[in-house]
């Protein structure tokens, strides 16, 4: 218990206790006696008080009877023994009488308006009784010309209240200061940018200004906040591992708009252009809406039965003559937690095989696996809250702000109040640019610089002796380890300021809570489970693992990449990362699932491609994975796919992976099934059905026990919230989850029988007991070994804002008039020698094939260094990509290419090569 | 005020002395004095210097806030261009004081004059080394900047200033946090008037007991009054607090020019004092706030016999319209709203409808963010109280 006393102050004459959220009189009153007991209109909980309408003026006193003074409530901090008068003629006839000003400068033509019966000033209005004003002849900002050049956002400033809600969204929230207010006193006025068109400006179409918006001045092309709909239905994003909740509009059956609710956890009232406006991708023509089989390499429609029973056959053909290890599946990271536990189940149980993966294989297997290594556990440690709670943040090898947009936003946020980032990272991504530290180092030399900083921080007498000897084990060896590493020549190796790289390690190690962010950067690399491992041992000799605001924090790509490999779609960990090869597990995975489970660990992703061309692997299911345009080295897995007999993609497009299938199926998209996704902080989250699944479409739950009935198996119809059941049997740290317990914000994992779930793990002690601190040289990528000669250049590859991995959802919705082509980016240096200027259309290529992409040359990439995205079937960058992989996972070597670059022609001429290996649809 | 720092020389005396002077002292003496802030707002500075001294922060500001705007006040300007070491020396202090090493004049721009004095004292006295690194050999590091206001009349609000110096929109910030724990780029400031500065040197190379022995303790030592040319002997001229205002205007001001019935005292947002009531009023700020005016920086602009009042309201209206910063909901709507009403009056298009004008004063003055709406009320309510007569003609009582 608290030792400190009690403060009370009066609402109205009653004493409430004032708590430690109650930074305002407002935020006291509203928690105590409601939310519309004061009305508000510039006011928003996500923004900084700002006290502009004064529409929230209370009265208070200091003491009883005594004389009050009339304050804006929202900005006032509520103290002890303050009374505080909610309501009176004083106070009513305030409200009126600004309500009335603003009245004076509205239109008031409510009944056409986009947000009638949704409009805060309307509700304001009508709660004080007001519903005109008694002005004479006011003058008025009338027929200000709508801003309608955005393709999402809609600007009409004849509703503008001037609150400066959007402005501050823009600022405070997403970080962009797009927004701002010019003019002086009545004149002033919202601009973008240096008074640019909406759609002309830096704006990034997160929305938030849309969001918070009290009327219909900013709005979006989708009229996200009429009131007009039939229902809104909650549910989670399909986009990346944040987890955004989101708010669907369904009229006539169909999804309208998209807005995030306010009441969240994890996004905290915000999303990102893709979460909030690239929903249209789910309705496109597009959408696969019948079965295919090839024949005679023709895709003919079928009926589902007729495709069931041809992939029974040659499933049965193949397992006969094979056995069941002659069949893999990888599943999808973008479906439910629901679907990949029984597609797992299918392959599993149902074939017979453990040769089932998914994407996490060519993500953050090495995360999972490197953090298993040294914690015991292959899970972020710490929750995206804690972001608030953190005093210095280290991201490596991530882009948050393109890729974890609503995260990056957070860290954005933090770091412009004055908190430390070291970013770690060879481009000047967005944070990088408000980075204390930006170390540019280049690809494949993470370890060098973790042992760096390591040694520094050894060096420095910086470690946390406490935790190091409670905590961990194996410090003395490290020590020395450590010590011996020289820093002069790995920063050599890695291009970095050694001084740099010493005061970024001194702030990471003096930090109160240092919190640690990895991406793609850190895994896609041949020594990337090495590289996880170093992180754990700078969290673990620094002590910043086991409390609020700092650990370990993998941002998981895809939705459910976490979820994914949770339920077991991993070819050596079956449903709740029980080893397969161990007795003890097969038994109690026979006795769950009924037939005897297989003992030998399956294939992985780049093992399967191996083993479909050395014609020991003839069939494969793949759930909505394109692996065609997204697995390095696009001409082997083509040739893979090429080898199988019988190749099933259940998927929503006809995707480069899909053109190649024997069988298609149309699955469903997020917002046409029930489940749950689980994020990046480990939170499972409810996944609800928004709309019917599209006519002629399944959700791919529904497919795969349908399969697996068709294939015998005695598998009950599928019920999202069965399965869950089934699930919470199986998997220890999903005990205690039900549908209904998750309710709107969901629960972390492990989730207790009783329900608790967990925010921090490894806060008494590491699954392993104690931390296991580990050292590793750096070592030179294979890739680059073998290749720098003929290929000096080296390529990474990442993603942008717009669009997301292969784009087959992106480039289906307006995202693509923003973007619309993968760009080459060049240091000026490079292009200078190859005669290179931005705009010119470049040749990349590499031993493994070739792609043209126009070019931009500019000092974001280092010296030596070309990156480009992946997100264009049109480009296939992929074609160039190799066949590094993480020494321990296989995780493909993305971020390391070795590559030369050529100009072809100058600007914008270039003609467009005709695709292969393109499959008709009939 | 004496004249014991017009010379460098001097300044480099007194500065000497002081630099081996606790600072608690310093706090003290400002303190013993009753200095209140001379700009209008009367916080007492004494107070203000200890808070920021106490503030946590691995830098600290010292702003001085020379963004003159007040009608009829000329004050800052004269101890800006004939005085400029006594405010310089009042930074210093503050700086030495609070733990500061940098500080920032903000002069308005209708000063070039001032910002020629001040800048030729700054290099004169960083080429001595009393400004800049280590003075005179000591650990103190005080350096001093000028920022160059451009018209707009909100930025000598504070929290506007800060912004303005910051380079954002100058909008006032809501209050708390003040300045003094989070000011200029979020750092503990203290931003202080030219002339409390100025006064602040005074005190501390005399001690505080003169200046306390004037007036009273709420309103003590001296103030500078600025007496516009409908005097016989306009000008700035430093009084004694509780010096009756008849005896500033008949003797020192030696009466009017031509006939007048009321003064503005303290600028736009000062009251409107009606000649009768100035026999009843003395050099106080507490007694002028009694009354319901305001004395605030004592300004003084003499409103002619003939001058309609509806005008002066309408002028001052279209003041607050023009100078809004446009936040506030009852500021930025209600003064375009007031200056509306009295176009209208002007133009013969529409009476004054009293009883919303009325309501529209008393929500600016409840409902503003800030003293610049939300004062305008009080020189409106004082016409309208002292002359409604004048203007019974043009108004309508029922709307």
């Known amino acids: 218990m608290s030792s400190e006393k009690r403060k009370i102050a009066y609402i109205d004459g009653k004493p409430y206790e004032i708590g430690a959220n109650h930074t305002s009189i407002l935020k006291f009153v509203k928690s105590y006696v409601g939310e519309k007991k004061v009305p508000t209109l510039c006011d928003d909980p996500n923004l900084a008080p700002y006290g502009a309408c004064r529409v929230c003026s209370v009265e208070v006193a200091l003491e009883k009877d005594g004389p009050t003074r009339m304050v804006a409530s929202c900005h006032t901090p509520v103290a002890e023994n303050q009374h505080i008068f909610t309501s009176n003629e004083a106070i009513t006839n305030l409200r009126k009488n600004i309500v009335e000003l603003v009245l004076t400068d509205h239109p008031m033509e409510c009944d056409s308006c986009e947000v009638n019966n949704n409009c805060e000033l309307q509700t304001v209005a009508n709660d004080l009784g007001i519903s005109d004003h008694r002005y004479n002849s006011p003058k008025q900002h009338k027929g200000i010309p709508r801003d309608t050049s955005h393709d999402y956002m809609r600007m009409n400033l004849d509703n503008c209240i001037n609150c400066g809600r959007c402005v501050r969204a823009c600022d405070e929230i997403q970080g962009s200061f797009v927004l701002t207010m010019s003019g002086r006193g009545f004149e002033s006025k919202i601009t973008t940018d240096n008074d640019m068109m909406f759609g002309d400006s830096s704006c990034v179409s997160c929305g938030a200004c849309a969001h918070t918006c009290p009327t219909d001045a900013i709005s979006d092309v989708f009229m996200s906040k009429s009131a007009d709909v039939d229902e809104k239905v909650r549910t989670t994003c399909s986009y990346c591992g944040v987890g955004c909740n989101l708010e669907a509009s369904i009229k006539d059956n169909k999804v309208v708009a998209i807005d995030t609710p306010k009441e969240t956890e994890v996004n905290a009232g915000h999303t990102c252009i893709k979460g909030r406006y690239a929903f249209s991708f789910y309705d496109h023509p597009d959408r696969l809406k019948t079965p295919l089989i090839k024949r005679n390499g023709k895709f003919e429609e079928a009926s589902w039965d007729e495709a069931y029973d041809f992939i029974k056959k040659e499933m049965n053909r193949i397992t006969k003559d094979n056995g069941p290890d002659a069949f893999a599946g990888i599943s999808s990271a973008r479906c439910t937690n629901e679907e990949n536990y029984v597609f797992q189940k299918m392959i599993r149980a149902a074939v017979g095989t453990n040769s089932v993966d998914c994407c996490a294989r060519i993500c953050h297997s090495p995360t999972a696996w490197g953090m298993q290594q040294t914690f015991g556990t292959g899970a972020a440690t710490n929750s995206t809250e804690d972001i608030y709670h953190a005093d210095c943040f280290i991201v490596i090898g991530a882009n948050p702000t393109n890729a974890h947009p609503v995260t990056g936003a957070k860290i954005k946020q933090q770091v412009m109040k004055g908190k430390k980032l070291i970013v770690l990272d060879p481009i000047t991504t967005e944070l990088a640019k408000l980075a204390d530290y930006h170390i540019k180092l280049r690809p494949g030399t993470n370890v060098a610089v973790l042992n760096m900083m390591l040694h520094y921080i050894i060096k420095s007498k910086l470690y946390n002796v406490d935790f190091v000897r409670d905590r961990t084990e194996g410090f003395d060896n490290f020590i020395k380890e450590i010590e011996r590493q020289d820093v002069d020549h790995l920063a050599k190796v890695a291009g970095v300021d050694k001084q740099l790289v010493k005061e970024a390690a001194i702030a990471y190690a003096t930090a109160k809570n240092s919190m640690e962010f990895h991406g793609l950067g850190v895994t896609e690399q041949e020594q990337g489970s090495k590289t996880v491992m170093l992180i754990a041992d700078l969290a673990m000799i620094t002590g910043n693992i086991g409390r609020k605001g700092v650990g370990v924090n993998p941002l998981r790509g895809q939705n459910n990449v976490q979820g994914a490999a949770d339920m077991g779609c991993q070819p050596h960990q079956g449903a709740g990362y029980y080893e397969v090869a161990d007795e003890k597990n097969q038994k109690f995975y026979t006795e769950k699932y009924g037939v005897t489970h297989p003992t030998k660990p399956g294939l992985k992703i780049p093992e399967m491609f191996e083993a479909a061309i050395d014609k020991e692997l003839k069939g494969l299911w793949i759930i909505g994975e394109d692996i065609v345009q997204t697995d390095p080295n696009s001409a082997h897995v083509v040739e893979a796919m090429n080898s199988l007999e019988l190749l099933v993609v259940q998927e929503i497009f006809m995707s480069e992976t899909a053109k190649l299938a024997t069988v298609v199926l149309p699955g469903t998209t997020f917002l046409e099934k029930d489940g749950t996704f689980t994020n990046t902080e480990r939170r499972i989250q409810r996944v609800n059905r928004a709309v019917p699944p599209l006519p002629g479409t399944k959700p791919d739950g529904v497919i795969v026990t349908d399969m697996m009935q068709k294939l015998g198996f005695d598998q009950p119809t599928y019920d999202a919230e069965q399965m869950l059941k089934e699930i919470a049997d199986v998997v220890p740290f999903f005990k205690g989850v039900t549908r209904e317990r998750l309710g709107k914000l969901g629960l972390q994992w492990p989730v207790q029988e009783d329900g608790t779930d967990t925010q921090i793990l490894h806060t008494e002690s590491f699954k392993l007991g104690r931390g296991r601190l580990k050292n590793f040289d750096w070592k030179e990528s294979t890739e680059i070994e073998t290749n720098k000669e003929e290929y000096p250049l080296i390529l990474t590859t990442s993603r942008i804002l717009q669009h997301y991995n292969a784009a087959t959802m992106t480039r289906r919705t307006k995202n693509i008039n923003i973007v619309d082509e993968d760009v080459l980016l060049i240091h000026p240096k490079d292009a200078a020698h190859r005669d290179i200027n931005t705009g010119d259309i470049g040749r990349l290529y590499s031993g493994r094939g070739e792609v043209a992409l126009k070019v931009e040359v500019t000092d974001k990439v280092k010296e030596g260094i070309v990156f480009t995205t992946f997100h264009f079937p049109e480009h296939m960058v992929n074609m160039v990509t190799g066949h590094g992989k993480d020494e321990e996972t296989m995780c493909a070597e993305y971020k390391v290419s070795s590559v030369e670059v050529q100009k072809i022609s100058n600007q914008f001429k270039t003609e467009v090569k005709p695709k292969e290996n393109q499959a008709e649809v009939s | ?399």
């Open chain 2, 1 to 399: 005020m004496d004249d014991k720092l017009s010379s460098p020389n001097q300044f480099k005396e007194q500065l000497n002395k002081f630099l081996k002077t606790d600072k608690q002292e310093i706090i003290k003496s400002l303190l013993d004095s009753n200095l209140t802030g001379r700009g209008g707002a009367g916080f007492p500075t004494g107070m203000k210097w200890d808070f920021c001294s106490k503030a946590k922060g691995d830098k600290k500001y010292v702003i001085c806030n020379a963004d003159e705007g007040d009608s009829g006040a000329f004050s800052d300007r004269y101890l800006l261009e004939d005085q400029p070491l006594k405010v310089i020396f009042g930074m210093i202090l503050c700086g030495m004081v609070i733990g500061s090493d940098e500080g920032v004049l903000y002069i308005r721009g209708e000063y070039p004059k001032s910002i020629e004095a001040i800048n030729g004292s700054i290099n004169e006295l960083k080429k001595l080394n009393l400004l800049g690194d280590n003075i005179l050999g000591t650990d103190f590091s005080f350096d001093l900047g000028i920022c160059i206001g451009q018209g707009a009349y909100i930025c000598g609000e504070e929290t506007a200033l800060i912004a303005s110096i910051e380079g954002r929109r100058a909008e006032v910030d809501v209050r708390p946090p003040f300045p003094v724990t989070e000011g200029l780029y979020k750092k503990p400031t203290v931003v202080n008037n030219v002339e409390t500065l100025a006064a602040a040197t005074g005190i501390l190379i005399n001690g505080p007991e003169k200046f306390a022995a004037i007036g009273n303790k709420k309103s003590a030592g001296t103030k500078l009054v600025c007496l516009d040319s409908f005097f016989n002997n306009p000008g700035v001229y430093e009084i004694d607090m509780g010096t009756p205002m008849k005896k500033i205007f008949n003797e020192i001001g030696g009466g009017y020019k031509e006939p007048v019935k009321a003064f503005q005292v303290g600028g736009p947002l000062g009251g409107v004092v009606p000649l009768s009531e100035i026999d009843n009023l003395n050099l106080d700020f507490q007694e002028f706030t009694a009354k319901g005016f305001m004395l605030g920086h004592a300004s003084i602009v003499s409103i002619p016999k003939d001058f309609p009042m509806s005008e002066y309201i309408h002028h001052l209206f279209e003041f607050s319209a023009e100078e809004s910063c446009g936040k506030c909901f009852p500021g930025r709507l209600g003064s375009y709203r007031g200056k509306e009403m009295f176009d209208q009056v002007k133009n013969k298009t529409a009476k004054i409808p009293l009883k919303l004008l009325n309501e529209l004063l008393v929500t600016m003055q409840k409902g503003c963010l800030c003293a610049l709406c939300g004062a305008i009320p009080t020189p409106i309510m004082n016409i309208l109280k002292y002359f409604g007569d004048e203007m019974k003609n043009d108004m309508v009582k029922d709307n």
